[in-house]
């Protein structure tokens, strides 16, 4: 069930008024029914995955606050991280690891017949995986006391506006709330409404307009050369960044309207001026979770510089194989762990920029992250060499280079200009929440009557008329 189906235009409007309607005391048993209910309409059998999941770290937990033994500990955690990682690398990599294992014997001359599992891949499983790791290794810390009801724990897990695609949610922020009474807030349901708005504008209106050039170019790159292949580059950026923030903001807006928050998952990311600061904007609840739980534990900075930036390496590389299970994933994290580490040599932590000179350091980091996508969408790592070595062909004749790369992408002029105006009101937007250091979407709210209602009545005018009618398109990261 899609959040951009007519599916989930009856489903949210039903949970939402049976929610509020009944006593506090029914809403758990509401939420955990709707969201097994909302993953089950993906796939009825993958609901076995996630319930297998839950009670491995519901139990595991349980025990790990009972034992005082830190051996007994160290072993119910390592028992408990091998059957959930275990699930996700059967789904998600047992063919990449056998295939990479049946090349590498090929390089000795020892020829293996290729073993794999013909399996779909459950949707979410990377997402509620990941929560509860976190929520078992807390426990195991101390940092956190273990959930006694199982209702509550198996709500925390499923819970559907964040369940598939994020934002991956820790125990000290979404299970309290998930238990605490929450009485209807007019002005926090309104800015729900207003956040899955702008989340629509984006999946809708900018997202899939451009998705159809991005997929019609990768579908055969080698058919494209020049700038049909900058432009293709640029989209896709452009596609992700709406596709997926898009995503965790109609999340945080359904869950607003219910009087949960979830955590903001973007905050401007093509607006950092540097590697690094885009890693702190950009999908935040998974670079927080790699920083807690794999960069910190590995060592962190609290070591020599060259174990510091084999740390950073071995993090982003695991990072990007958390994407996808490819070598160009994992290429995708080791050149933006490979930046972080130049970042380190060249550039000063303490040194803040301001005008002109940050300007400029913007713009090369959103073309280095540009770049790197490549990586990310191309379907070979011999396609991502395609794209850099033939993007720039005949670029020395400007016009000819620019009106080729049109035709050959068969996009319309009216069509270049309307996504070219909603991408302007995207970046305007983005822009301003990072020069103001705070979400536009709360100035806006905070205006006049008369203003924020005129860019209200705008923006969901845009949606309603921009947005391609059809069928509902899945979210990018629905595939991780």
Known sequence: MLFNSWQYALFFPIVFVLYWGLPHKFRTAILLI????????????????????????????????????????RLILSITLIACLGVLFVFKYFNFFAGAFVDFMNMFALHLHPMTLKLLL??????????????????????????????????????FPQLVAGPIERTNNLLPQIKAVHEFNYEQATYGVKLMTWGFFKKLCI?????????????????????????????????IYCDFS?????????????????????????????????????????????????????????CGKFRHNMNLMITFMISGLWHG???????????????????????????????????VRVCLTFLFVMMAWVFFRAGSLSEAIYVFSNM??????????????????????VAFISVSILIFILFAHDCFSALAKHNAMEKISRSRLTVRWLIYLALGLIVLFLSPKGVATEFVYFQF
Not at 217 to 228: M, P, Q
Not at 254 to 278: H, Q, T, V
Not at 336 to 350: C, D, P, T, Y
């Open 122 to 159: 459950p949707v979410g499983i990377s997402f509620y995986t990941f929560q509860t790791l976190s929520y078992v290794i807390d426990v195991y810390r101390g940092s956190v006391k273990p959930e006694q009801n199982f209702f509550v724990y198996a709500l925390f897990v499923s819970y």
């Open 207 to 239: 997202a899939d307009v451009v998705a159809v050039y991005v997929d019609r170019v990768f579908a055969d790159v080698y058919s494209y050369e020049g700038f049909a292949l900058v432009l293709a580059v640029f989209f896709f950026t452009v596609q």
């Open 392 to 413: 720039f062909n005949g670029i020395a004749r400007h016009i000819y280079y620019l009106r080729i790369g049109f035709n050959t992408m068969r996009i319309e002029r």
């Open 246 to 302: 898009g995503y965790s903001d109609i999340a945080r807006g359904c869950s607003k309207m219910l009087g949960i928050d979830l955590m903001e998952n973007f905050r401007s990311p093509y607006f950092s001026a540097s590697i690094r600061e885009f890693w702190s904007r950009w999908h935040i609840s998974l670079s927080t979770w790699f920083r807690d739980y794999v960069y910190i534990p590995l060592g962190g900075n609290r």
């Open 34 to 73: 709707a969201s097994y209910w909302f993953y089950m309409s993906w796939n009825v059998k993958y609901v076995v995955l996630i319930l297998f999941t839950t009670l491995a770290s519901y139990f595991a937990a349980l025990l790990l606050d009972r034992t005082d033994s830190q051996r007994m500990k």
């Open 325 to 359: 299970a490819d070598w160009t994933f994992v290429l995708w994290g080791a050149v933006h762990g490979l930046a972080q580490i130049v970042e380190n040599m060249f550039v000063s932590r303490k040194q803040e920029v301001h005008g002109v000179m940050r300007g």
